[in-house]
């Protein structure tokens, strides 16, 4: 019973280790991003007054210092919208506009209710092929494998939550496990996202306001 627990317990570290090691040779800093045309900035939850979570509202600084730095020119911000009085992409577009990125840069995608799907929608809705990846340290490792499965030539950028969420960055830490299982499936199968939905001109129409400026 020992060994059989002790190889289920391998079994399940497995595929995070495999991601943390696949993803590393991805992950960098602002200072030494690569120049691509997209940053993607992934939802983490709003309160009911709208304002963001103190971690969302450390991805998207983290996301207007990279478009300040001229490391991206458009930001995509992916989030959920499945009902009426709960809208994540809105509320990253206000959070953005007041760190001074124009609304012109800024592209909405409403159905990204899981990374495989905002990554999976990037890509075939969106026509993202490059991406610098904006989102906490813990989930990095699994954002950078789904959207490279998903077909986008990803970077990463992460933000250290454990400065001001110690405890709960801890306990996402360890709900990375289930998710890195579901994600394992994902790459394997790379499923239809909940909601595909027609091609978006967003990025493009971004661009052509960046060209006119």
Not at 42 to 68: C, H, N, V, W
Not at 87 to 101: C, K, N, Q, T, Y
Not at 107 to 130: E, H, M, N, P
Request: aromatic share 10%.
């Amino acid at each position: 019973m020992a060994v059989l627990g002790a190889l289920g317990g391998y079994a399940l570290f497995l595929p995070g280790a495999w991601m943390y090691a696949e993803a590393g040779r991805y992950r960098t800093d602002v200072a030494h991003a690569p120049r691509v045309t997209v940053g993607m900035i992934f939802g983490a939850g709003i309160y009911s007054s709208g304002q963001p979570s103190r971690m969302l509202d450390e991805r998207l600084k983290l996301g207007a210092t990279l478009y300040r730095a001229g490391k991206v020119r458009v930001l995509l911000v992916t989030g959920d919208n499945s009902r009426k009085d709960y809208d994540e992409p809105s509320a990253m577009r206000d959070v953005l506009i007041a760190e001074g990125v124009p609304q012109t840069r800024i592209v909405l995608d409403y159905a990204g209710f899981s990374t495989w799907d905002s990554c999976a929608r990037a890509k075939q809705i969106f026509g993202v092929d490059q991406a610098i990846l904006v989102t906490q340290n813990f989930h990095l490792p699994r954002a950078l494998t789904l959207c490279r499965a998903a077909g986008i030539e990803a970077w990463g950028v992460g933000d250290d939550s454990s400065r001001y969420a110690g405890i709960t960055t801890e306990y996402l830490y360890v709900r990375e496990i289930p998710a890195v299982l579901k994600a394992t499936y994902e790459v394997g199968v790379r499923p239809r996202p909940y909601y595909l939905g027609p091609r978006e001109a967003g990025i493009r129409r971004a661009l052509e306001a960046a060209s006119r400026n």
